[in-house]
Nanobody, 126 residues
C-alpha cells in the first residue's frame, strides 16, 4: 500500500510560481509511474503531467507545456511539480497518483491508478 501526500499548494498571483511535492511512504515508490491531475471547481478531474518510474520520460497536457515541469527523486520517494507562469485557469486541487508501469501511454485514464493523494489547493489570483 503506497500512501501519497501532496504539499506546496497555496495562493499566488498570476505569473507567479509554485512547486508541489508528492511524497510517498513506501520504498517501492520508485517502481511506479506518477501523474499529476487537477480538478477545478465544477469541472472534471483532468490530466496535467506524468513521469515514468525511472524519470526517463515525461508527458504533459498541452495547457501546461512550457510552464510546468515534473521531476522525481526516487531516493527521497518524492515527485515534484514546478509550476511557472501560473494563470488563473490553473486554479484547482492538484492530486498525484501512482500506477504500475504496464499501462503504456494511457496517462489520462484515471482507472489505471491504484493510489491517490488527498490533494493540495492551488489558487491563482488575477
Amino acid at each position: 500500500q503506497v500512501q501519497l501526500v501532496e504539499s506546496g499548494g497555496g495562493l499566488v498571483q498570476a505569473g507567479g510560481s509554485l512547486r508541489l511535492s508528492c511524497a510517498a511512504s513506501d520504498r517501492t515508490f520508485g517502481e511506479y509511474d506518477i501523474t499529476w491531475f487537477r480538478q477545478a471547481p465544477g469541472k472534471e478531474r483532468e490530466f496535467v503531467t506524468a513521469i515514468t518510474w525511472s524519470g526517463s520520460s515525461t508527458y504533459s497536457a498541452d495547457s501546461v507545456k512550457g510552464r510546468f515541469t515534473i521531476s522525481r527523486d526516487n531516493a527521497k520517494n518524492t515527485v515534484y511539480l514546478q509550476m511557472n507562469s501560473l494563470k488563473p485557469e490553473d486554479t484547482a486541487v492538484y492530486y498525484c497518483a501512482a500506477r504500475a508501469p504496464k499501462y503504456g501511454s494511457s496517462w489520462s485514464s484515471q482507472i489505471t491508478y491504484a493510489y491517490w493523494g488527498q490533494g493540495t489547493q492551488v489558487t491563482v489570483s488575477s
